[in-house]
């Protein structure tokens, strides 16, 4: 089955950058989505299609696929960024297609 | 805008069997488009893909727990089910229904959740 292999913790003081990375075998050449969970609450989808935002998530999250790896970027860190980002692809070759990166916990200092 | 919201007993024995219904609103299960699924999440683990159903009762499941997993569509009631039988201790988790996208394949709307604990 196809593995998604995640750092399990992200630091970055306010309003600098954090970037998360998801790594697979030739990622790049599948779809990858972000979510973003905060204590208590479900998964929120904040990117899905490498790079495309849903409505409503703001500009300063973006995404990048290449390669082995995707990035989950987030710009002008806030306070209220700090969660549990996940990773997610659908590999149709896999009896288990879809499969999630193991999580990365951000914490804003 | 399409909400999801989980319902069905908090508490289960073990051995028993594990339902919960997901009740679809803002939109129909019937219109197609997207593959309707569970995932759970132990306690501060991640997450874990149980499977998916699409309104035509089409299913897909998790091979680590094909054996006991069923899940249902109600298109009148616009509702899905699932069912876990011969639970255990390790089956503790939060369990979400969600919408799986069917161009991409993510999962853009969740239910809030529910968590069910197994415990005699």
């Known amino acids: 089955s196809y593995v998604l292999t995640q750092p399990p913790s992200v630091s970055v003081a306010p309003g600098q950058t954090a970037r998360i990375t998801c790594g697979g075998n030739?990622?790049?050449?599948?779809?990858v989505h972000w979510y973003q969970q905060k204590p208590g609450q479900a998964p929120v989808l904040v990117v899905y299609d490498d790079s495309d935002r849903p409505s409503g998530i703001p500009e300063r999250f973006s995404g990048s696929n290449s390669g082995n790896t995707a990035t989950l970027t987030i710009s002008r860190v806030e306070a209220g960024d700090e969660a549990d980002y996940y990773c997610q692809v659908w590999d149709s070759s896999s009896d288990s297609p879809v499969v999630f990166g193991g999580g990365t916990k951000l914490t804003v200092l | 805008q399409v909400q999801l919201q989980e319902s069905g007993p908090g508490l289960v024995k073990p051995s028993q069997t594990l339902s919960l219904t997901c009740t679809v609103s803002?939109?129909?299960?019937?219109?197609?488009?997207?593959?309707w699924s569970w995932i759970r999440q132990h306690p501060g683990k991640g997450l874990e893909w149980i499977g998916y159903?699409?309104?035509?009762?089409?299913?897909y499941y998790n091979p680590s727990l094909k054996s006991r997993v069923t899940i249902s569509v109600d298109t009148s009631k616009n509702q899905f089910s699932l069912k876990l039988s011969s639970v255990t201790a390790a089956d503790t988790a939060v369990y979400y229904c969600?919408?799986?996208?069917?161009?991409?394949?993510?999962?853009?709307?969740w239910g809030q959740g529910t968590l069910v604990t197994v415990s005699s």
């Open positions: 803002g939109g129909s299960i019937s219109s197609g488009g997207y593959y």
């Open positions: 159903i699409y309104y035509s009762g089409s299913t």
């Open positions: 030739n990622i790049g050449s599948k779809s």
């Open positions: 969600a919408s799986l996208s069917g161009s991409y394949y993510y999962l853009d709307y």
